[in-house]
């Protein structure tokens, strides 16, 4: 069984574009980190900021930007979800399934 799971966007919808404390909705969905993150574009060019934030003390476990153009944004959900899978030490088979991310774009993952 898989030890990395990833909520129903229909489940973190409600903090979509929310000034929210990554911490209080750790609590609230009852996980252990939280993956946060921002998306801007200007023109062409697009920039990805992401932080994987550990509920129980505020730890930054992983902070990244990721930069790249329009046409190559789809790969970047992948990326992030492999950063964070190494960051939880989540075997990669158990990436797999998230490679194009589905529900995980969504913004919230906890391991057990």
């Known amino acids: 069984m898989s030890r990395l799971h990833v ?13 929210v404390d990554p911490i209080v909705v750790g609590r609230e ?7 946060v993150g921002l998306l801007g574009s200007a023109g062409t060019a697009c920039r990805v900021q992401f932080e994987l934030v550990r509920v129980a003390d505020g730890r930054l476990l992983l902070g990244d930007v990721r930069s790249t153009r329009r046409e190559r944004l789809a790969a970047v959900p992948a990326e992030i979800a492999t950063a964070v899978g190494r960051a939880l030490d989540v075997p990669a088979n158990e990436l797999e399934g998230l490679d194009g991310l589905g529900s995980a774009r969504s913004g919230a993952a906890w391991v057990d």
């Open 7 to 19: 909520p129903a966007l229909g489940v973190v919808r409600r903090y979509r574009g929310a000034e």
């Open 29 to 35: 969905l009852g996980v252990d980190a939280v993956l």
